[in-house]
Each structure stands twice: as C-alpha cells, then as structure tokens.
C-alpha cells in the first residue's frame, strides 16, 4: 500500500506558474508509475501527465504539453507537476495517483491522493 498526500495548490493569474507535489508514504515511488489527473467542476476526471518507474519516460495530454513538466525524486520519495503558462481552464483539482501500470487512464490507477485545488484566474 501506498498513501499519496498533495499539496501546493492555490490561486495564480493567468500567464503565472505553480509547482504542485505529491508525497508518497508506505513504499517507495521508485516501483511505481506516477500520474497526474485533473477534475474541474462538473466536468469528468482527465488525464494530465504520467512518468514511467523504468528511464522516466513521460506523456503528457495535448493540452498541457508544453507548458506541465511531471518529475519525480525518488530520494524524497516525491512527484512534481510544474506548471507554466497557466490559464483559467487549468483551474481544476489536481490529483495524483500511482500504479504499476503505465497508462492514461484513470481507471487503472489503484491508489490515489485527495487533490489539491488550482485556481487560475483571467
């Protein structure tokens, strides 16, 4: 079991840049795939970016790629989603999630954090 803790989320201007991150207790994230999501209000979970355990291999969606940058530290056992040029459609809670699988699909992942909320304003 893994448990998966959030944070650095807040409010920014559109343009502006925030670096969320997500810790990781009970194993270490080295054995696991790590992805990023994103949920805005009325609106389903979508995927945002994922690196892989083996050679960091990452995907990102279209429409942040470019701008989100996920890295993760295994020393201090933490993922990272850099985010740059924000716009008001970022806004949204950002989740991180972890399995063995390396996919795009929520579905699959089996453990989960509890978000952490990211406003961009216009």
């Known amino acids: 079991q893994v448990q998966l803790v959030e944070s650095g989320g807040g409010l920014v201007q559109a343009g502006g840049s925030l670096r969320i991150s997500c810790a990781a207790s009970?194993?270490?994230?080295?054995?696991?795939?790590m992805g990023w999501f994103r949920q805005a209000p009325g609106k389903e979970r979508e995927f945002v970016a994922a690196?892989?355990?083996?050679?960091?291999?990452?995907v990102y969606a279209h429409s942040v790629k470019g701008r989100f940058t996920i890295s993760r530290d295994n020393a201090k056992n933490t993922v990272y989603l850099q985010m740059n040029s924000l716009k008001p459609e970022d806004t949204a809670v950002y989740y991180c999630?972890?399995?063995?699988?390396?996919?795009?699909?929520?579905?699959?992942?089996?453990?989960w954090g509890q978000g952490t909320q990211v406003t961009v304003s216009s």
């Open positions: 999630a972890a399995d063995l699988r390396f996919s795009q699909s929520s579905e699959v992942y089996d453990y």
């Open positions: 009970g194993r270490s994230l080295s054995s696991y795939v």
């Open positions: 690196i892989h355990r083996i050679e960091d291999i990452t």
